[in-house]
Each structure stands twice: as C-alpha cells, then as structure tokens.
C-alpha cells in the first residue's frame, strides 16, 4: 500500500516520491531502481531483547520498547536481516549518496561490521548525546545516555559526497561542528500520542536530529530513503527542508500518523532553505574582475591592516607596492594581491583578500566584500 502525502511526485523511472510505501522493509526495497537515492537514514529495530517488563521505583511501568518488530530469534537472525537491508541500501544508493544508520549499545557495532563487510567506507561515527536522557531504574548500570550515528559511503572511493561544513559550521556558531551532538530526546508537543493518550511509538527521533543530518548531507531536492519510516520524522524534516522522501513502514498504524503528521508540515521558501557556503564552493571571482566591472580603479590606493602598508591598482589587476617598500628593497615590487601581501610582510604566502583594504569614507573595508558583492550579482 502506498500513502501519498499532498507532494507526490513520480520521476522518469517511476521512482516513488514523497509517499510512504507499506510493508515488508525487503520487499520494498527490492522494488526499487538501483543508483536512485541521494541519502538513506535508517533506524532499525535495535534488537534490544528485554525479557522483562521494566518498572520505575514507584512499581508503574516503563514504555519500553517490546513490540514483535524489535524481536529476532537470535543474534545471527539479526545480522542476516542487517546484511540484506544494507546490501539493498547500498544498491540504492547513488555513487555520491551516503548512508546514515543509528543504533545503542544493543545493536550499532553489529550494524558496524555489517557495513565495513559490505564494503561500505565510515567517514564518521556521531556520538548523539540525550540531554534528557531516561534515568536507569534499576540502578544497576550507568544511564544510557547516548545513541551512536554512523556516516558512511557506499565504498571507499566514493567521491563528490555532500557535506555542508560551512552550514554545520555556521550552526554550530561559527565553530567547526564536532562529532558529539548535544540533542533532547523527543517530547513534548513533538511526541506523536494515541488515543489513550500513550506514545504513539516508542523511539520517535526528535527532529532537531534528522534537522542536523539532513542539512550537514543533502541538497534541497535531494531524494532521501527511510526504510524504517515510524512515525515519520524523516519525512517530516525532508518535506520542510524541500528535499523529497520516499518512506517504508511494515505497521499500519505508524504509516498512518506519518502521513497525517507530514501533511501538515509546510515546505521553507527558497530563501530560507539558502545554506551558508564555504569560500571554496563559492564561484572564483579574480581581482581583476573587479577592476573590469569598475568597482576598484586602476590607480585606487589599497592599505594593508591598520595602514601599516600600502599598494597602487593597475589596469591589469596586479597592484604595487608603496614606496616605502620599494625604497627599501630597491627595485619595484608589483604583482598579484596575494603575491604583493606575501611581499608586504615578508610572509611566503598571503590571502590578499583578507590582507587588502579600501577606503569607504574614513573606514577601511576589505577588498573581499568587494568579491562577495560581485558573487551576488552573479
């Protein structure tokens, strides 16, 4: 059974977009085209094999996980089915896609070697830190606390992946995002309940987490694959970041709240979804571009930091040096921005962009603001 959520879409291949195929994992995959998604996020069962029920000091009980789909006969039943779902990932996979699976202590290293096996290649193991985390009861353990990601690509000499490091970087304030993520659990408003009022599912995925995933290794328009929809979290944050989905879940149940909660998210605009890029992604602009377009003028005065030092435009976008630098050196000393920071300060090399300033009034501006206004201008 398929379910559609208000933004269906069928590529040339008949390939199922933001709809939630029902039933078996296997099933659904196989059927499928090979090399057709851009990223796969898969939260499988965990396998966590509770014989008991689990109770809280009060003696009421614990909304533990014990539904039949978390049950394997054994460890190997287990490792089978993680093989076959990851060997079927892995064939849907693009080669520039990546894959995402998260896990506990129960079952991630099993996932781990299933993948190194299958010639995946890890580029990051994801240490997801619970900030509210389930006490243990028991008081017989430490608290579990956390949950590990692991990234991976389809094999080792997979190139032209996406990661959005400057946009990682930029949400993280401007400090490089590190591999351990301080995230809440799922709760409050965002916890889907059934009628009785219970959690609807037992480990829905909060949001601000596939939020994470989804703009750190996708484009907007991207296909992401789900084989283990619930709830549909993925399918919620890929429908608000303009990416497209295609969902799997075997409960009925699950596949329908996905539905009704997916259609009632609303896409970001264009403008919204624009992600901070890192200088190299960004288009090359030469200084002399800036010459040509008559921001910067042949014979304009450039000034190093606190104007310690100053160059000369030309025509040809080379700059020269003051005189000061060329009394000293006794020859004239002209070139590129770059090569002519380098020369100011007696460094082998410099980024003239960040080195060289304009006078706009009494204020000093960097000549790379100059560059960017060219970049937005396209």
Known sequence: MTHGVGMSKQTDDKLPLDVILQGDCLAQLRALPDASVDLVFADPPYNLQLKNDLHRP????????????????????????????????????KPTGTLWVIGSYHNIFRVGTALQDLGYWILNDIIWRKTNPMPNFRGTRFTN???????????????????????????????????????????????????DGAKLHPTQKPESLLHRILLASTQTGDIVLDPFFGTGTTGAVAKKLGRHFIGIEA????????????????????????????????????????????????????????????????????????????????????????????????????????????????????????????????
Request: aromatic share 8%; hydrophobic share 35%; net charge neutral.
């Open 251 to 378: 409960e009925a149940d699950y596949a329908e709240a996905a539905m009704q909660r997916i259609g009632r998210v609303k896409k970001l605009s264009d403008a919204e979804l624009e992600l901070t890029q890192s200088p190299k992604a960004q288009p090359r602009v030469a200084f002399g571009t800036l010459v040509e377009r008559g921001l910067v003028k042949p014979g304009m005065q450039l000034f190093g930091p606190a104007r310690k030092v100053s160059a000369k435009v030309r025509a040809d976008g080379s700059v020269k040096l003051g005189a000061e630098k060329n009394a000293a050196s006794g020859r004239e000393l002209s070139g590129s921005i770059h090569k002519m920071g380098a020369a100011a300060q007696g460094a082998p090399s410099c980024n003239g962009w960040t080195f060289w300033h304009y006078k706009d009034g009494e204020k000093l501006v960097p000549i790379d603001n100059l560059r960017q206004k060219v970049r937005d201008e396209g």
């Open 58 to 93: 009060d003696a009421s009980k614990v909304d533990a996980v014990t539904d039949d789909w978390d049950k394997f006969d054994s460890f190997a039943a287990y490792d089978a089915f993680t093989r076959a779902w990851l060997g079927e990932a892995k064939r849907v996979l």
């Open 145 to 195: 606390a956390h949950e590990t990601l692991i990234w991976a690509t389809p094999d080792e000499n997979a190139t032209g992946y996406t990661f959005n490091y400057q946009a990682m970087k930029t949400l993280n304030d401007d400090v490089q995002m590190r591999s351990d993520w301080s995230l809440p659990i799922c709760n409050g408003g965002e916890r889907l309940k059934g009628d």
